[in-house]
């Protein structure tokens, strides 16, 4: 993917009936376009922006799939929430594979963000660049069609991944959240459950490129994110503290003194509370991914269509020299 950055002060965009962006360009483009030396690159841009602020650096993305450009411009805000003593919550993630993230609030809300349907098309796609391998001549690495679906996984990824993001931020925002905790990313390996979790979580979801993300969207809410560590929260009781003695399987964890509940759920909430005191919780709301957006859905995953994903999951994400399961070519 074509990806460049600009600094603040080297470019301008107006917004309007007619916006445009203005970037510096070298002087061999320049001669290309019939452009003199004090000429900038002027082209049009569709959208509003959603904030308005001091402008930060610009990114800009040359999406091949659609074949179009698009950036993204944060912007530092000065008037947010913080300045209410309304905005004085905080929350806690659960980043996961089957359940990308799971999220608890002091204000009792928890949201889950459920990955199934996602991770399958992820794998359908892995599974076509695995094929297309097989057919290369003359050791050869790749091919045009190959980068294409590699380009087209990553991007279909990251789309859903930065929708979630924003759609997360703006409820944490409307619940008052002030600060947020994440899982150290040193940790995150070491705290999960299982290994094929973890190559689901660190190649499938990405999760250095959702934090950073989630950090870039969380400063234009004012919201602060820290990281602290999740060590055990995936094992942990809520009722007795009991670590070694749980079972986890699939989506629920169980104990011996008889508690049971959604595992990454409790993983979120036994999170927070480490970080402050947290009170009762609302029924969860379950998000499902549409290709387009988050929307809320009325039930969590049944145990046999967890069990059945589960299945699929194990087979996908099993070590096998498999190059289509490595991400080095997707960003």
Not at 50 to 67: A, F, M, P, S
Request: proline fraction near 3%; aromatic fraction near 8%; charge should be negative.
């Amino acid at each position: 993917m074509l990806r460049t950055y600009v600094r603040n002060d080297q470019y301008t965009i107006q917004f309007g009936k007619r916006s445009r962006l203005e970037v510096p360009i070298g002087s061999e483009l320049k001669a290309e376009l019939g452009l003199n030396r004090n000429q900038r690159l002027r082209v049009e841009v569709a959208g509003e922006p959603k904030w308005r602020g001091e402008q930060n650096r610009l990114e800009i993305v040359y999406d091949e799939t659609t074949e179009s450009f698009r950036a993204f411009q944060p912007v530092t805000v000065p008037d947010s929430r913080l300045d209410s003593p309304l905005a004085s919550h905080e929350a806690a993630l659960d980043v996961g594979a089957n359940n990308l993230v799971a999220c608890t609030t002091t204000t009792g809300l928890q949201l889950l963000y459920d990955g199934r349907d996602l991770f399958e098309q992820f794998r359908k796609t892995t599974e076509r660049i695995a094929h297309y391998q097989l057919l290369l001549e003359d050791q050869r690495e790749s091919s045009k069609r190959i980068d294409r679906l590699y380009r087209t996984r990553t991007n279909r990824r990251n789309h859903a991944q930065d929708t979630l993001v924003r759609d997360l931020v703006e409820r944490l925002y409307d619940e008052g959240v002030s600060t947020l905790y994440v899982g150290d990313s040193k940790g995150v390996l070491s705290t999960h459950w299982s290994a094929h979790v973890n190559e689901k979580t660190h190649n499938f979801w990405a999760y250095r490129r959702f934090i950073n993300r989630l950090e870039d969207v969380c400063k234009e809410y004012g919201i602060t994110v820290e990281e602290e560590s999740e060590a055990w929260t995936s094992q942990e009781c809520p009722e007795c503290g009991e670590r070694e003695g749980t079972i986890r399987h699939e989506d629920s964890l169980a104990c011996p003194c008889g508690f049971e509940g959604h595992a990454d759920l409790v993983a979120s909430e036994s999170f927070l509370r480490r970080q402050i005191a947290v009170g009762s919780m609302a029924r969860p709301v379950y998000l499902k991914w549409n290709n387009h957006s988050w929307r809320e859905h009325h039930s969590p995953p049944s145990l046999v269509e967890t069990t059945a994903n589960e299945a699929y999951t194990d087979q996908s994400t099993a070590s096998g020299g498999n190059v289509a399961l490595g991400e080095a070519q997707d960003d």
